[in-house]
């Protein structure tokens, strides 16, 4: 299979290149090497196999699916950014980029997809309260914040609430604009595959971690901070209080699933869209991740600070039981190892360099 690789030159998109080689597949890269993923100085892959184009080009789009029989579309502006003025560079990179791809593959008559989905689209996770069974507690109050009172309390009686697993059915309530960006390529992608008969997985990956992140870029995740600040002798920052759940998913297993999810793709029916969450099944703190690193890496010890960010969710782990079941798919890489091996890792270089 000879598969078009968006993204391709970036953390996850290079190992799904590494995946797709494994198992027998041709991978084309287009990638628009964005100074957030890929800042001045970086590490560039080898050209051979590259296009540098941006998606929002319908003309270098087109030229990039020539050929191809499917589409890894990972390509995105990533992270909650800097501040609100993103905003319009998020939804053209991330929406627009993705219906300009879109209306290409219908042009060129390619009609399978995997899409890099995220877990941001379900705000908060799984909460149940003890006399209201399942809640969804709305977006958490800057007063609240600002006093320490971190979790969420049920939006009906006030009482505690106890974090759970959030399964694919739950409804979407994206809490930040990038959020709203992932759900919305769910939803063009799902669109897509109805109008042109196409076939179309989305993996809502969880807190990706490994060798290769970005460093020092307020565009990466909570794993490549901590990393990069050990890498300059700092002790990682933990806002709140460190007890915010996650789901940890090494990026080999991410790319795993998408050779998995291009080949299931053959076997589903023509207009069909699916959602897997993609994660490793063994939710840990924030202020755990932050601790396995520090000592792994031998430097300072984590600092929680009581900071917080607006659009940060307290608890978010899903359970990933439909991927295992429908797919086959299953994560290899244990937390304790793979913090281990990425204490230790070279990232990405970034503004400041490597």
């Known amino acids: ?61 087109a030229g990039a699916l020539a050929g191809i029989d499917a589409v890894c579309h990972q390509a995105a502006m990533v992270g909650l950014g800097k501040d609100f003025a993103d905003a319009p560079e998020y939804v053209g990179l991330n929406d627009l980029g993705t219906a300009v791809l879109l209306a290409e593959m219908a042009s060129a008559g390619v009609r399978d997809l995997v899409l890099a989905g995220s877990m941001v689209v379900y705000g908060e996770g799984r909460y149940d309260c003890a006399r209201h069974g399942t809640v969804r507690p709305g977006p958490r109050a800057a007063d609240d914040l600002r006093a320490g009172r971190f979790e969420p309390r049920c939006p009906s009686c006030g009482a505690e609430l106890s974090p759970g697993l959030v399964t694919e059915d739950a409804p979407a309530d994206p809490r930040n604009v990038y959020a709203a960006t992932k759900l919305a390529q769910e939803h063009l992608a799902s669109a897509w595959a109805r109008a042109t008969g196409g076939r179309a997985i989305s993996l809502r990956y969880h807190n990706v971690y490994g060798p290769g992140m970005p460093r020092d870029t307020p565009y990466a995740g909570v794993a490549s901070f901590f990393r990069s600040a050990l890498a300059r002798g700092q002790s990682p920052r933990v806002f709140e209080d460190g007890a915010q759940r996650r789901d940890f998913v090494h990026v080999r297993d991410v790319a795993a699933a998408n050779t998995v999810a291009l080949t299931a793709l053959a076997e589903r029916e023509p207009g069909a869209f699916t959602a897997y969450n993609t994660g ?16 792994a890496h031998q430097g300072p010890a984590p600092v929680v600070t009581g900071e917080y960010r607006l659009g940060d969710v307290r608890h978010v782990t899903a359970d990933s039981r439909r991927l295992r ?21 070279r990232l990405r270089a970034g503004a400041a360099g490597e």
């Not at 080689?21 to 590259?50: C, K, M, N, Y």
């Not at 490793?280 to 000592?295: D, N, R």
């Not at 429908?326 to 290899?332: A, F, I």
């Open 280 to 295: 490793s099944g063994e939710p840990h703190t924030i202020g755990e991740m932050a601790s396995a690193l520090a000592s």
């Open 325 to 345: 079941d429908e797919l086959g798919w299953k994560p290899e890489v244990g937390f304790a190892e793979g913090m281990a091996e990425f204490a230790t890792a």
């Open 1 to 61: 299979m000879r598969v078009l690789v968006t993204g391709g030159a970036g953390f996850i998109g290079s190992q799904i290149v590494q995946a797709l080689g494994s198992a027998g597949h041709e991978a084309v890269v287009f990638d628009a090497l964005l100074p957030s993923a890929h800042p001045a100085g970086a590490h560039r892959p080898p050209a051979q196999g590259l296009t540098v184009g941006d998606l929002r080009d319908r003309e270098a789009v």
